[in-house]
């Protein structure tokens, strides 16, 4: 299943936040909420921080109308006036507008189904800024604005400021900033907001920043009135395949298995004896989905295993090809394939609740169940055996740590690192096949992306790593409503760690 979630994470992500902008005319929800953020953004830096008159006139409508719930209303003419005499005019006392981490949302306005403009919500904050002081936090206030098309760019036409707070003198929330080579986390509320209205019980959310783990947060409900603790479980679908590829390439570094060799040598599957091609199969062609396997042999009408074509001549997604890399290293080692991943990924990684089936030591209680798409309760599988390419049980601390664990094997194994994150088999522009990852590159300072994700009935989970910073994101949701959270999510995340400038 986790080819079609790749597409559809993928795409997000492209248009989101990480390639050149998309055209007025195909603005996906998450582009136009990228795109405004960044005009929101530039408009207050210019605008309101750096008091830039010239440009805020040219970015603001003739026709503004502009709502303060304590200085009135105000047309263009009176805001100018406001702005350059309350704003502006003593730069030793100088009013300051942060936006509130993870608080704008994006709604997109359309006419005939032709975009026009959208309308913008968040919070902010207020600091006054005095000479060799510290930003003294002033008050905060929620704004809602309008923003019109003007050719490629953006008009503010329309401004409600309200809800204008004191600051107080404890928040009841931390919400991480950018700030002290910080990632910013967008703030609990708007995590739960999301998830109450798209029915999705639970999320968890693991930020790793500059090859450290930042956080660990799990939002949401394991049930009705029982809140999801830190360390819940989830299962992950497909992102059982990093952890058996990251397996796979220390065996390699270990001398114990090499990525070229003939897995006929350990393991042939009754299915494809007689076919000759069995003997081109190789490590490296599983982890990089060349095997010429369908994804599940069970989907096919014949139910056996088959080449669909000729192995290493292209690529298409397999769990088949993982499974058929477990039969052979379990024959190779003589060992079960979590006695193998205990001994080379799960204990160096400090992995300690990670589970590739239902045992004792599974808990229950911790247990995110799976809903579908209307919020009904799927039936618990309690599978018993060890699958390379799914259903592995693990919490977001414990992934967390496995994707910090990959970083440090530009260390451990630097030849073999320095393949697992590049590109194997291109597939589109900017976009190929790794080893076990699918490979995204054209970032602004020559970083790179490895994606994975999962996908299974009422499971949605993803793994992001960003080699060059050392950043990277863990996402675990048990529904599927998954991606109108993600749109809304992922572009909170880069924006707010401010990874990334389009080129």
Same mark, same amino acid.
């Given at each position: 299943?986790?080819?079609?979630?790749?597409?559809?994470?993928?795409?997000?992500?492209?248009?989101?936040?990480?390639?050149?902008?998309?055209?007025?005319?195909?603005?996906?929800?998450?582009?136009?909420?990228?795109?405004?953020?960044?005009?929101?953004?530039?408009?207050?830096?210019?605008?309101?921080?750096?008091?830039?008159?010239?440009?805020?006139?040219?970015?603001?409508?003739? +026709?503004?109308?502009?709502?303060?719930?304590? *200085?009135?209303?105000?047309?263009? /003419?009176?805001?100018? #006036? $406001? @702005? &350059?005499?309350?704003?502006?005019?003593?730069?030793?006392?100088?009013?300051?507008?942060?936006?509130?981490?993870?608080?704008?949302?994006?709604?997109?306005?359309?006419?005939?189904?032709?975009?026009?403009?959208?309308?913008?919500?968040?919070?902010?904050?207020?600091?006054?800024?005095?000479?060799?002081?510290?930003?003294?936090?002033?008050?905060?206030?929620?704004?809602?604005?309008?923003?019109?098309?003007?050719?490629?760019?953006?008009?503010?036409?329309?401004?409600?400021?309200?809800?204008?707070?004191?600051?107080?003198?404890?928040?009841?929330?931390?919400?991480?900033?950018?700030?002290?080579?910080?990632?910013?986390?967008?703030?609990?509320?708007?995590?739960?907001?999301?998830? +109450?209205?798209?029915?999705?019980?639970?999320? *968890?959310?693991?930020?790793?920043? /500059?090859?450290?783990? #930042? $956080? @660990? &947060?799990?939002?949401?409900?394991?049930?009705?009135?029982?809140?999801?603790?830190?360390?819940?479980?989830?299962?992950?679908?497909?992102?059982?395949?990093?952890?058996?590829?990251?397996?796979?390439?220390?065996?390699?570094?270990?001398?114990?298995?090499?990525?070229?060799?003939?897995?006929?040598?350990?393991?042939?599957?009754?299915?494809?004896?007689?076919?000759?091609?069995?003997?081109?199969?190789?490590?490296?062609?599983?982890?990089?989905?060349?095997?010429?396997?369908?994804?599940?042999?069970?989907?096919?009408?014949?139910?056996?295993?088959?080449?669909?074509?000729?192995?290493?001549?292209?690529?298409?997604?397999?769990?088949?090809?993982?499974?058929?890399?477990?039969?052979?290293?379990?024959?190779?080692?003589?060992?079960?394939?979590?006695?193998?991943?205990? /001994?080379?990924?799960?204990?160096?990684?400090?992995?300690?609740?990670?589970?590739?089936?239902?045992?004792?030591?599974?808990?229950?209680?911790?247990?995110?169940?799976?809903?579908?798409?209307?919020?009904?309760?799927?039936?618990?599988?309690?599978?018993?055996?060890?699958?390379?390419?799914?259903?592995?049980?693990?919490?977001?601390?414990?992934?967390?740590?496995?994707?910090?664990?990959?970083?440090?094997?530009?260390?451990?194994?630097?030849?073999?690192?320095?393949?697992?994150?590049?590109?194997?088999?291109?597939?589109?522009?900017?976009?190929?096949?790794?080893?076990?990852?699918?490979?995204?590159?054209?970032?602004?300072?020559?970083?790179?992306?490895?994606?994975?994700?999962?996908?299974?009935?009422?499971?949605?989970?993803?793994?992001?790593?960003?080699?060059?910073?050392?950043?990277?994101?863990?996402?675990?949701?048990?529904?599927?409503?998954?991606?109108?959270?993600?749109?809304?999510?992922?572009?909170?995340?880069?924006?707010?760690?401010?990874?990334?400038?389009?080129?």
């Amino acid at each position: 299943m986790l080819k079609f979630s790749v597409k559809t994470l993928a795409t997000t992500l492209l248009f989101a936040a990480l390639l050149p902008a998309a055209t007025a005319a195909n603005l996906t929800p998450a582009a136009l909420h990228q795109a405004l953020s960044q005009k929101d953004t530039e408009f207050f830096e210019r605008g309101f921080n750096q008091c830039d008159l010239a440009y805020l006139d040219a970015n603001v409508s003739a +026709k503004l109308k502009f709502y303060h719930d304590r *200085g009135g209303f105000q047309d263009k /003419q009176l805001f100018m #006036q $406001s @702005v &350059r005499q309350n704003l502006c005019s003593d730069p030793a006392h100088k009013p300051i507008r942060k936006l509130t981490a993870g608080s704008l949302r994006t709604f997109p306005l359309y006419n005939d189904n032709v975009l026009y403009g959208a309308i913008q919500h968040g919070e902010h904050e207020f600091y006054l800024r005095e000479p060799g002081k510290a930003d003294r936090l002033t008050g905060t206030a929620r704004f809602t604005s309008v923003w019109l098309k003007q050719g490629d760019d953006w008009q503010l036409s329309d401004v409600l400021s309200y809800d204008h707070q004191d600051p107080v003198v404890s928040a009841p929330e931390t919400v991480a900033t950018s700030t002290n080579n910080k990632i910013a986390e967008p703030a609990a509320s708007f995590i739960e907001g999301l998830l +109450k209205q798209h029915q999705v019980p639970a999320l *968890g959310l693991g930020l790793i920043n /500059q090859g450290k783990l #930042q $956080s @660990v &947060r799990v939002y949401g409900e394991l049930q009705p009135g029982v809140p999801a603790p830190a360390n819940t479980l989830f299962k992950v679908a497909s992102l059982t395949k990093p952890i058996v590829s990251l397996l796979t390439l220390r065996l390699v570094a270990a001398g114990k298995l090499n990525l070229d060799e003939p897995l006929a040598r350990y393991w042939v599957d009754p299915d494809i004896k007689a076919d000759p091609r069995h003997l081109l199969l190789t490590p490296r062609l599983v982890l990089t989905h060349q095997t010429g396997f369908a994804n599940w042999r069970y989907l096919k009408p014949t139910k056996k295993l088959q080449f669909q074509f000729q192995p290493g001549t292209r690529h298409q997604y397999s769990g088949e090809g993982f499974e058929y890399l477990r039969k052979a290293l379990e024959a190779k080692f003589g060992q079960p394939l979590e006695q193998l991943a205990k /001994q080379y990924v799960f204990t160096p990684a400090g992995m300690t609740d990670t589970h590739f089936y239902w045992t004792p030591a599974v808990d229950e209680q911790r247990y995110a169940r799976n809903h579908d798409a209307k919020g009904q309760l799927l039936p618990l599988e309690k599978y018993a055996t060890a699958n390379a390419a799914a259903n592995l049980l693990t919490t977001v601390e414990d992934y967390s740590k496995f994707l910090l664990f990959v970083l440090a094997q530009q260390q451990e194994m630097p030849a073999l690192y320095q393949q697992m994150q590049s590109i194997q088999v291109p597939l589109k522009a900017n976009n190929g096949v790794g080893l076990g990852w699918e490979i995204f590159t054209g970032f602004s300072g020559g970083e790179s992306m490895l994606l994975h994700t999962g996908k299974d009935p009422g499971v949605s989970t993803a793994a992001m790593l960003f080699p060059q910073s050392g950043n990277g994101y863990v996402i675990f949701m048990n529904d599927d409503n998954s991606m109108p959270v993600l749109e809304q999510l992922l572009p909170q995340l880069y924006l707010g760690a401010e990874l990334w400038q389009r080129k």
